[in-house]
């Protein structure tokens, strides 16, 4: 028994249809399915957030979401943030500001981050380094981690002054 | 990490999930956010046959006032919880727990459903004396939280029954705090604690406090709620009453912590929960 269910999910602004397993996980098929590989599994767990990816507008694990709970849905990966070849603010800042080392959980920051800038354009230290609870780094100590997403959130506060 | 397969259905109505549910039998089960259910299905401590999606039902989502109720919708997630402050403590405690991204998925509904005694909306469903509202193929019942929480992971609500909503008294003239222990930000509480206090010119007309996993289920700390009512609303009559937080509890020892060390968790917890309260302490 192998139970299918299609599914029509718009993908970093592509409508993608696929009949997929009901047990097969978001994260599966954006990675196995559309080889969408930004994202990564880091724990299995909900725990480390590696996998993060916006649903609807919202940062979530999608190691924890089926992908038939998308069914219908937007999802934004690390890999739709870029807007006509440029980079987003918050890639830029932890590009600038080294954000990362070995990079495992640069995606999934990046995406929480671009959740929180989202709520909130002017977070202060505190909201950043709250809105990044559910994203584990094993490298960097997070100190650049948090300068990053405060120097993004400045320069997109700039740019809307320049605008 | 793959759950087995299981058959799948996200129906449009209450009616049609209802049904669903019923014809699934034993093994069937509602998904709501799934950051309960999926977990464990991942680890294959849960095998249903079949899930019952409710994200499609109409009206199961979102926060009505009327009456001094607060009438909250079992679909409505920690995050809209969260991001209304002004319904006091039930969106301080939802935005406590885990972190941003589960609060996004997880429900109020999923978790009183659940039964996990780690879980913090349960003490404070119990503290509020607030009741939950089910619905099944027989019709409609309203049950109290003093009757809900059974067991560990075991609820009141029935195996073809939905829950639809969450019954809250609004106590707007209580000052209200929740503290959590944790090992990391994003943990699940080692003891949990949310206060309620009614303060009549500095004497507190009323107290009420809530345990978050000092048992298989959530529990009242009487003993401090009536040491505490009719008596100062001060640190040092706090302080006291707060030592009573342990008794009567029954805390599972685990990897994080030995009941002995949840014991003295829940008094320093209590203390700090019901300063917040009555506003001795900043949040
Ligand atoms: C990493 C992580 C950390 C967490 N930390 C915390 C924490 O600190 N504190 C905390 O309180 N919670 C925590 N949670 C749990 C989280 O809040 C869950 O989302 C919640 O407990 C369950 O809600 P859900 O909507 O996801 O339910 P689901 O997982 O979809 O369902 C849970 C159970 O309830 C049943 N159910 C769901 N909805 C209904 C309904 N309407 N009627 C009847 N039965 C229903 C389901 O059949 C299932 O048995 C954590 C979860 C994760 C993954
Ligand atoms: S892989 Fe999803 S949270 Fe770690
Ligand atoms: S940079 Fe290596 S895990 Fe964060």
Redesign the pocket.
């Known amino acids: 028994m192998s139970v299918r269910v299609s599914v029509s999910i718009t993908v970093n602004g592509e409508i993608k249809e696929r009949e997929v397993e009901s047990r097969l996980l978001l994260i599966h098929f954006l990675r196995d399915e559309l080889g969408l590989t930004g994202a990564h599994v880091g724990c299995d767990?909900?725990?480390c957030g590696a996998c993060t990816c916006h649903l609807d507008g919202e940062a979530v694990?999608t190691c924890?979401v089926l992908a038939v709970q998308a069914d219908g849905s937007d999802i934004v990966t690390i890999e739709g943030l870029a807007q006509n070849g440029s980079l987003h603010p918050l890639q830029e800042a932890f590009w600038e500001h080294h954000g990362l080392q070995c990079g495992y959980c640069t995606p999934g920051m990046i995406m929480a981050g671009a959740d929180l800038l989202k709520r909130n354009p002017d977070p202060s230290e505190d909201d950043v380094r709250e809105a990044l609870e559910?994203s584990l780094c094993r490298c960097t100590g997070y100190h650049n981690i948090v300068k990053a997403v405060q120097a993004a959130a400045q320069a997109g506060q700039s740019r809307e002054v320049a605008a | 990490m793959i759950p087995v397969e299981f058959e799948y259905a996200a129906p449009d109505s209450l009616e049609e999930a209802i049904d669903a549910l019923v014809q699934g039998g034993e093994d069937a089960?509602?998904?709501?956010?799934?950051?309960?259910?999926?977990?464990l299905m991942k680890l294959r401590l849960?095998a249903p046959t079949m899930l019952v999606d409710?994200r499609r039902v109409p009206g199961?989502r979102g926060v009505e006032r009327a009456d001094g109720t607060l009438r909250i919708g079992?679909?409505t997630?920690?995050a809209d919880l969260e991001d209304e402050p002004e319904l006091g403590l039930i969106s301080h405690a939802a935005g406590?727990?885990?972190?941003r991204q589960?609060?996004h998925?997880?429900?109020?509904?999923?978790?009183l459903?659940?039964g996990?005694p780690?879980?913090?909306?349960p003490a404070v469903l119990l503290a509020c004396e607030g009741s939950v509202g089910?619905e099944g193929s027989d019709g409609t019942r309203e049950i109290p939280a003093a009757e809900l929480f059974q067991d560990y992971l075991t609820t009141a609500?029935g195996e073809g029954?939905?829950?639809?909503e969450v019954r809250l008294p609004a106590l707007t003239d209580y000052g209200f705090g929740y503290r959590?222990f944790?090992r990391r930000a994003?943990?699940?509480?080692m003891v949990g604690v949310c206060a309620l206090v009614k303060a009549d010119n500095g004497t507190c007309e009323d107290a009420r406090v809530g345990l978050t996993h000092m048992s298989s289920v959530p529990l009242r700390a009487t003993a401090v709620e009536e040491a505490l009512r009719g008596s100062a609303l001060d640190a040092d009559s706090i302080a006291r009453a707060a030592e009573a937080a342990a008794e009567g509890t029954g805390p599972p020892g685990d990897l994080n912590a030995t009941p002995e060390y949840k014991r003295h968790l829940a008094r320093v917890l209590t203390r700090r929960a019901l300063e917040e309260a009555a506003g001795l302490t900043a949040a």
């Open positions: 767990t909900t725990n694990k924890t559910g | 089960k509602l998904l709501a956010g799934g950051h309960s259910l999926l977990p849960a409710l199961l079992a679909m997630r920690h406590l727990i885990a972190d589960v609060r998925r997880g429900t109020i509904g999923g978790s459903a659940h996990d780690a879980s913090d909306l089910v609500v029954e939905v829950m639809t959590k944790t994003e943990d699940w509480a």
